[in-house]
């Protein structure tokens, strides 16, 4: 039975808030044409709930808006609710009247049914599956993504070098505040993380190649690297490139936007 303080999903009870015990995370921080930006969320599949929420990419001068990509790999020990699974994602800086600037999470696949499953089902975390490899969280990650049972072949390969970056010492703490849909509703997915093993790279150190063939018969992976290729993440230098070898995490219940 679910309640506001459980879900069952695959016939499974979940309890928030969600806790991520052990994982890695990569990722790189560009900036994107806005009008990219709107044309893709609008063809999303959360965009008729997003235009109704009012929520617009942030546009800095220049009509650019910050965009993220990421590869986190969560590890298989006890505690990982969800499991132990690669996930890669493509996320936006929305503003959303009466409640701010959110991000929000355009594409995540991931390579684990259960966690495509949840992800959907608990916070409208728009998942899909695709093969993943990679060694997030390390100093060189070289992360891949195609079609299920490519092995993440023919389609984005995206190596993150903060090998030549400077080291974080210590942990950090880190908020994730989202807007996503879930049931038909635009909603505040809010998250408390902390990072350590840290290592940054400013401008630089991302470079992201797209299979001549990417996407050829996987509808998926073909929208995401589009995504890609038509913000111009694959020819543009990033503002940096960042990698922290710890993540923890707890997911709260999704909220509503008043």
């Known amino acids: 039975m679910s309640s506001s303080t459980t879900r069952v999903v695959a016939g499974r009870e979940i309890s928030f808030p969600v806790p991520v015990v052990s994982a890695s995370i990569s990722g790189a921080t560009f900036l994107g044409r806005s009008a990219v930006a ?11 709930v997003l ?8 546009s800095l001068p220049g009509g650019r808006t910050p965009v993220v990509l990421i590869h986190v790999r969560y590890h298989d ?6 499991g132990a699974y690669h996930e890669i994602g493509l996320a936006f800086q929305v503003k959303v009247p009466g409640v ?18 949840a992800g959907n089902e608990l916070w409208g975390f728009p998942k899909w599956k695709g093969d993943m490899v990679g060694t997030a969280g390390g100093a060189l990650d070289d992360a891949r993504l195609g079609a299920v049972g490519s092995g993440g072949a023919s389609g984005i390969d995206i190596t993150l070098d903060t090998r030549i970056g400077l080291p974080l010492p210590g942990s950090q703490s880190i908020g994730m505040n989202c807007i996503q849909v ?49 913000l111009g993440l694959d020819r543009a230098r990033a503002l940096a490139t960042f ?16």
């Open 77 to 82: 020990v006890p505690g990982n609710v969800l």
């Open 243 to 258: 990698s922290f070898e710890n993540f923890t995490a707890r997911f709260p219940a999704p909220a509503p936007v008043r």
């Open 51 to 58: 235009d109704a929420a009012g929520a617009e990419p942030v």
């Open 38 to 48: 709107r044309r893709l969320i609008a063809g999303g599949r959360q965009s008729a």
């Open 182 to 230: 879930l049931d038909g509703e635009p909603v505040l997915v809010g998250a408390k993380a902390k990072v350590s093993g840290g290592r940054i790279r400013v401008a630089g150190g991302t470079t992201i190649t797209l299979a001549p063939d990417a996407g050829e018969g996987a509808p998926d992976v073909a929208r995401f690297t589009a995504a890609v290729r038509e």
């Open 100 to 117: 701010g600037t959110r991000v929000h999470i355009h594409e995540l696949p991931v390579d684990q049914d259960f966690t495509l499953a």
